[in-house]
């Protein structure tokens, strides 16, 4: 999900940004029509980028 916001969407985020929009879209088919669902990145992945560890 994570390279997906990045390709389509232009956000970058880490693994928690992907799973919070994997929970948010599952939530917002729950939910149905009418409904708004808004899942909030609280990271940049940067931990992600070239295998590199960040502290």
């Known amino acids: 999900m994570c ?3 990045a390709r389509e ?5 880490g693994g928690s940004t992907g799973l919070n ?4 879209l ?3 088919r729950e939910l149905g029509p009418g409904h708004h669902v808004v899942p909030l990145g609280r990271d940049r992945g940067l931990k992600c980028l ?3 560890t960040y502290s």
């Not at 929009?21 to 948010?24: G, L």
């Open 50 to 52: 070239g295998g590199a």
């Open 26 to 28: 599952a939530l917002a």
């Open 3 to 5: 390279r997906r916001l």
């Open 9 to 13: 969407e232009g956000t970058f985020g």
């Open 21 to 24: 929009v994997v929970a948010a």
